[in-house]
């Protein structure tokens, strides 16, 4: 049973710094893509970043690009997103995401992933 958990949200001032972590249990990160996204009240789910196995490429969402950095630990089995310089537009509710199977089809298409975490809410006061 594949299973994600996020964790490290929480509220912080506009301009910190947060760094959220993804647990992936039932399943080897190794040679997968993976994903964040992040939703917003009567929103449906953004694209932050992902990275994707088959270039090793990060791919980041326009609006988050150097300020976010999405990374791994093969050995913890679990996928970082650290977000810097955040602002009160960052705000939301922050899932993970891995495909059913080891690549995506388009990394940045909440359709083309399986898995998901519960999600964890992030607020950035102004």
């Known amino acids: 049973q594949v299973q994600l958990v996020e964790s490290g949200g929480g509220l912080v001032q506009a301009g910190g710094s947060l760094r959220l972590s993804c647990a992936v249990s039932g399943r080897t990160l190794t040679n997968r893509d993976i994903g964040w996204f992040r939703q917003t009240p009567g929103k449906e789910r953004a694209f932050v970043a992902a990275?994707?196995?088959?270039?090793?490429?990060?791919r980041y969402a326009d609006h988050v690009r150097g300020r976010f950095a999405i990374f791994r630990d093969n050995v913890k089995n679990t996928v970082y997103l650290q977000m810097n310089s955040l602002r009160p537009e960052d705000t939301a509710v922050y899932y993970c995401?891995?495909?059913?199977?080891?690549?995506?089809?388009?990394?940045?298409?909440?359709?083309?992933?399986?898995?998901w975490g519960q999600g964890i809410p992030v607020t950035v006061s102004s």
């Open positions: 995401a891995m495909p059913s199977g080891f690549q995506t089809d388009v990394p940045n298409f909440a359709s083309s992933y399986a898995y």
């Open positions: 990275i994707t196995w088959s270039d090793g490429n990060a």
